[in-house]
């Protein structure tokens, strides 16, 4: 896990996906699991673009993206990645990153759909508009 303070400036962060400032206050400090994630899907500029949807590794307690054929933790979305974060050269070290897991996301504005089993894992904290 990589938690040094560096400065670095990459390309634009679109949070066009979150629907209100709602909850945006209120986000959790996670770290990403990146072998997990696929270069070319999930961060083909160089860093997991900000609203990713992700789910949590039982093994481990890190996140890695959502995905309902999972049989790893990943199966179940929990909430979207806040903001962007680089992604390190190698896929062994794991970057911290804020979840956002409360609040409106304009789903026509996600980087990775969710299909209708992650929108039931979160009905009553997440609302698709």
């Given at each position: 896990?990589?938690?040094?303070?560096?400065?670095?400036?990459?390309?634009?962060?679109?949070?066009?996906?979150?629907?209100?400032?709602?909850?945006?206050?209120?986000?959790?400090?996670?770290?990403?699991?990146?072998?997990?994630?696929?270069?070319?899907?999930?961060?083909?500029?160089?860093?997991?673009?900000?609203?990713?949807?992700l789910g949590?590794?039982?093994?481990?307690?890190?996140?890695?993206?959502?995905?309902?054929?999972?049989?790893?933790?990943?199966?179940k979305?929990?909430?979207?990645?806040?903001?962007?974060?680089?992604?390190?050269?190698?896929?062994?070290?794991?970057?911290?990153?804020?979840?956002?897991?409360?609040?409106?996301?304009?789903?026509?504005?996600?980087?990775?759909?969710?299909?209708?089993?992650?929108?039931?894992?979160?009905?009553?904290?997440?609302?698709?508009?």
């Amino acid at each position: 896990m990589e938690l040094s303070i560096k400065t670095q400036t990459f390309g634009n962060d679109d949070q066009s996906w979150l629907g209100s400032e709602h909850g945006t206050q209120a986000t959790e400090t996670i770290v990403l699991d990146t072998s997990t994630f696929t270069p070319a899907t999930h961060y083909p500029e160089g860093f997991f673009k900000s609203g990713i949807p992700l789910g949590q590794i039982t093994s481990g307690g890190k996140f890695g993206p959502y995905d309902n054929a999972a049989s790893d933790g990943r199966e179940k979305l929990v909430g979207f990645l806040f903001a962007a974060v680089p992604a390190p050269a190698v896929n062994t070290l794991d970057p911290a990153a804020a979840l956002f897991v409360h609040g409106k996301v304009r789903e026509s504005r996600l980087p990775v759909a969710v299909d209708a089993a992650g929108k039931a894992d979160v009905a009553g904290s997440i609302r698709f508009v």
